[in-house]
């Protein structure tokens, strides 16, 4: 199977920043994860050089235009590998092999008499490079530039996309999954309500030279949308190379400013040239910067190979796919990014790894261990794994990343859990060693998925993860092989490794020393209020036993327990992230039993089970030994 994706082609008037970064990374994230499943990908990535954006850039920097397109689409060519980009090919809009796909298309449609000459006299704003309807205009004003657009009669060139019109509508009906997310679907289907007239594919050259000259008119050159579109498929060799057969029909991904050109100008040439249309636009929403929009006027415009240099490529890149939810804007802050590189990384992933390999080290000499039989949490923690790798799979298919990441991030609390409750220095220390093996075998298995699973995000750290497991990446690289639990073959070596992901300190302090469970140093601590012995006589708190345990629907957080203390009642607690519900069934907690009840989501709650938190996460206050149920605490 061959899959074909692309990012846009970036203009040269910018140079990359976090928005180029973002889309160019979902296209490598998809890339990688589609390696993962075996097929063959094709990925396209490259800049958009003509039209007058570009000679206006060009003249502000001092240059002639294609020494300035040079140097700025090398700009781009050079920050994707600092982000690990894995693409097949960049594709320049001056390169000549695309000029010739340009002139040969535009003659095509022309001689089939798709194209018309005529004359128009309308309002044109040089910042889009087109005429704006009245209808587009706000106070009088272009909406994206803020200017007044100039009155301009000219002839032109013209496509004839109105003829197209009501197919398009129907196209887009009878194939539901074109355009994704299906808000961007709708905005489509509502904007195609209106009559769309026909898009002006020309310049005259008398004021634009910078562009590929119409080959049926030599006194134009071609409107910078319909050069760049067809990068799609000059770069995959059309119409020559039988390479553009095998890849096409494409998935793109762009970001919703450019959702009408890709969703309305782009089927349609191609139904005109009588191509199949692309398989799916992957539409996503803005990054905002510390909730501003990113503007050079502002001068918060993020720069991708600063942030990788500060924080790490891996770093960066879960940072991105994790915060934002596709199709929706997300608001980026170096706050955010760090409390997720020490949250996420350092501590969850980190730790995991860290503990489970130096476990291995000290006590199996570094070597994978031999299991014996699986028990209970072996059991439930190979299940949920495997259950939760096809939710991971589900959602990177439907290009949910923050879903995927969320998926991984819950075998990992899971994993950390069960060596807290199996706690193989305890079993060690009892003389266990079979069990211990067993437990640390598990603890292995679950790093070997994670590492699977996590190379479309983090590559590096997942194949160091993967080498650590003593494993070949390049073998082992495989998502049949997450799908699988007990691949790793006892004997083997292993190796503990630096630290996966470094801690980032606390700027000012005050918050790392907090998650410590430390006060700052710098700060009185504040004074307490002592209370008398019958204040505590007040409170009912006894130990419960969990007879059942669900997620509740609609959020991520909360568990509906129905406890024994001695009569049964239901009680809400917020313990979802750290607690899968089978694990709690037959656990004795504690509960206090004289709350008042609380309505949470529609369930009444009856009560409030005790748990303690720190920096490693949230643990449940249990009994040393079982206890009858409804026995008093105090
Ligand atoms: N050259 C055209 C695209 C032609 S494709 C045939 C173009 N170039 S652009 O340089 O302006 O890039 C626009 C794209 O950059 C967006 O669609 C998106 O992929 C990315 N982003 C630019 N700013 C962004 C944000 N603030 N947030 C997220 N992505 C953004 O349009």
């Given at each position: 199977m061959s899959f074909y994706i692309t990012t846009p082609i970036y203009y040269v008037n910018a140079e990359p920043h976090l928005g180029h970064a973002y889309t160019t990374?979902?296209?490598?994230?998809?890339?990688?994860?589609?390696?993962?499943?075996?097929?063959?990908?094709?990925?396209?990535?490259?800049?958009d050089e003509h039209g007058d954006k570009i000679v206006q850039a060009a003249q502000r920097a001092g240059e002639d235009p294609q020494e300035y397109v040079d140097r700025i689409s090398e700009l781009f060519r050079t920050t994707w590998p600092l982000l690990n980009i894995s693409y097949s090919r960049f594709i320049r809009t001056t390169e000549p092999a695309h000029k010739k796909v340009v002139q040969l298309v535009l003659q095509k449609i022309y001689d089939q008499g798709d194209?018309?000459?005529?004359?128009?006299?309308?309002?044109?704003?040089?910042?889009?490079?087109?005429?704006?309807?009245?209808?587009?205009?706000?106070?009088?004003?272009?909406?994206?530039?803020?200017?007044?657009?100039?009155?301009?009669?000219?002839?032109?060139?013209?496509?004839r996309l109105s003829k197209y019109q009501d197919w398009l509508v129907q196209y887009i009906k009878d194939h539901p999954e074109m355009i994704t997310p299906e808000r961007y679907r709708n905005e489509i289907l509502s904007l195609l309500k209106e009559d769309l007239g026909d898009l002006c594919i020309s310049r005259p050259k008398s004021r634009l030279t910078w562009g590929i000259e119409l080959p049926f008119d030599k006194n134009f050159v071609t409107y910078v949308?319909?050069?760049?579109?067809?990068?799609?498929?000059?770069?995959?060799?059309?119409?020559?190379?039988?390479?553009?057969?095998?890849?096409?029909?494409?998935?793109?991904?762009?970001?919703?400013?450019?959702?009408?050109?890709?969703?309305?100008?782009?089927?349609?040439?191609l139904k005109a040239l009588g191509i199949p249309i692309y398989r799916q636009l992957h539409v996503h929403g803005y990054w905002n910067i510390n909730e501003e929009k990113m503007s050079k006027s502002l001068g918060n415009i993020v720069k991708p190979a600063e942030l990788i240099e500060r924080y790490g490529c891996d770093q960066v890149r879960y940072f991105l796919l994790r915060e934002m939810a596709f199709g929706l804007d997300a608001?980026?802050?170096?706050?955010?990014?760090?409390?997720?590189?020490?949250?996420?990384?350092?501590?969850?992933?980190?730790?995991?790894?860290?503990?489970?390999?130096?476990?291995?080290?000290?006590?199996?000499?570094?070597?994978?261990?031999?299991?014996?039989?699986?028990?209970?949490?072996?059991?439930?923690?190979?299940?949920?794994?495997?259950?939760?790798?096809?939710?991971?799979?589900?959602?990177?298919?439907?290009?949910?990343?923050h879903r995927a990441l969320g998926s991984l991030w819950e075998i990992i609390g899971e994993s950390n859990r069960y060596i807290d409750y199996q706690a193989p220095w305890a079993l060690m220390k009892k003389g266990q060693r079979e069990r211990t093996a067993t437990v640390i075998y598990h603890a292995l298995e679950v790093l070997r998925i994670i590492g699977i699973c996590?190379?479309?995000?983090?590559?590096?750290?997942?194949?160091?993860?993967?080498?650590?497991?003593?494993?070949?990446?390049?073998?082992?690289?495989?998502?049949?092989?997450?799908?699988?639990?007990?691949?790793?073959?006892?004997?083997?070596?292993?190796?503990?490794?630096?630290?996966?992901?470094?801690?980032?300190?606390?700027?000012?302090?005050?918050?790392?020393?907090?998650?410590?469970?430390?006060?700052?140093?710098?700060?009185?601590?504040?004074?307490?209020?002592?209370?008398?012995?019958?204040?505590?006589?007040?409170?009912d708190i006894r130990v419960a036993e969990v007879i059942q345990a669900e997620?509740?629907?609609?959020?991520?957080?909360?568990?509906?327990?129905?406890?024994?203390?001695?009569?049964?009642?239901?009680?809400?607690?917020?313990?979802?992230?750290?607690?899968?519900?089978?694990?709690?069934?037959?656990?004795?907690?504690?509960?206090?039993?004289?709350l008042k009840p609380a309505k949470i989501r529609g369930i009444v709650s009856q009560g409030m089970v005790l748990a303690a938190k720190d920096a490693q996460g949230l643990k449940l206050i249990v009994p040393e030994q079982p206890v009858q149920a409804g026995a008093k605490v105090g």
């Open positions: 990374l979902v296209a490598d994230a998809v890339a990688r994860f589609k390696r993962l499943q075996g097929e063959e990908v094709f990925f396209l990535t490259g800049t194209i018309y000459f005529d004359e128009y006299q309308g309002l044109y704003c040089f910042g889009c490079e087109r005429f704006l309807t009245e209808k587009e205009l706000e106070n009088g004003l272009c909406p994206d530039h803020k200017c007044p657009p100039t009155p301009l009669k000219e002839a032109n060139y013209f496509f949308w319909f050069d760049a579109l067809l990068n799609y498929l000059s770069g995959l060799g059309y119409p020559d190379d039988p390479k553009w057969k095998s890849f096409w029909p494409a998935h793109h991904v762009i970001a919703k400013d450019i959702l009408k050109p890709h969703a309305v100008y782009w089927p349609i040439m608001n980026f802050s170096e706050e955010a990014l760090k409390r997720r590189i020490n949250a996420d990384l350092a501590n969850d992933l980190g730790n995991l790894v860290f503990r489970t390999l130096t476990m291995t080290d000290k006590y199996f000499e570094g070597q994978i261990p031999s299991p014996s039989e699986a028990q209970k949490p072996e059991q439930v923690l190979t299940q949920k794994t495997l259950e939760v790798v096809e939710g991971y799979i589900l959602a990177m298919e439907n290009f949910q990343f996590l190379w479309p995000v983090c590559p590096n750290a997942a194949e160091k993860i993967l080498e650590n497991l003593g494993l070949d990446p390049k073998e082992e690289l495989k998502l049949s092989r997450a799908q699988k639990f007990g691949l790793l073959i006892p004997g083997k070596k292993t190796r503990r490794g630096e630290a996966l992901f470094p801690r980032l300190e606390e700027e000012k302090g005050t918050k790392a020393l907090k998650a410590k469970g430390q006060t700052p140093k710098d700060k009185e601590p504040k004074e307490q209020k002592l209370l008398p012995i019958d204040e505590f006589a007040k409170w997620k509740v629907p609609g959020t991520d957080r909360l568990l509906k327990l129905l406890v024994r203390c001695p009569e049964e009642r239901t009680v809400i607690a917020g313990i979802a992230e750290y607690y899968s519900p089978e694990t709690l069934v037959g656990k004795q907690v504690i509960v206090v039993a004289n």
